[in-house]
């Protein structure tokens, strides 16, 4: 790859689908909230993601997920697959819409641990008895797509972001990423 290539899982989510979507009259309801203008522009933007082979023992039971978390600060919302994913679900994307990679693996893996040790503990106090959580790097670099839509313009600028793979709008973390973003 070259150095502006990027391993990107294949988005779900078209250009077309995400300008229905930033234009829905749902999103268009709430303009009062967001104090959202009329849509701009769509730009694509990528977040590198490490992906990892998850082990969960307690017990006798053992869980094998494939998790991957965000590298831009850890505080993402961890995506989860069936399997790892296979080489045509993904693609080499050459764009410069993408931020950096921060986190160091020893940082990713101790974030990842603690917010699988949170989601197991919801599920009960008793089932965390013999607790064991493994994590191996299965994808070093992952890249998820994403839509930013502009809204506006000047002072009255604002964006909205969708996950275009799995076609949801993130909420203020995100955003306040891309904005720190567009401002460095």
Known sequence: MTPQSSKVLRANVSRQQAE????????????????????????DLYIPFRLYRVSIERGSTRDIRWMALD?????????????????????????RNRLLPKLEDSTARSLLTTKIQRVLFQTGFFRMRGLNIQLEPAIEELHMP???????????????????????????????????????
């Open 20 to 43: 229905i979507a930033f234009n829905s009259s749902g999103l268009r309801r709430l303009s009062w909230i967001y104090d959202l203008q009329p849509l701009r522009s769509i730009a």
């Open 71 to 95: 590298l831009v600060f850890g505080g993402l919302d961890p995506f989860t697959f069936e399997s790892l994913p296979a080489a045509d679900d993904m693609n080499i994307v050459n764009n």
């Open 146 to 184: 994403y839509w930013v839509g502009f809204f506006g313009a000047n002072e009255k600028a604002s964006i909205k972001v969708l996950d275009a793979t799995r076609g949801v709008i993130e909420g203020g973390k995100f955003r306040r990423l891309v904005h720190e973003w567009l401002a460095s």
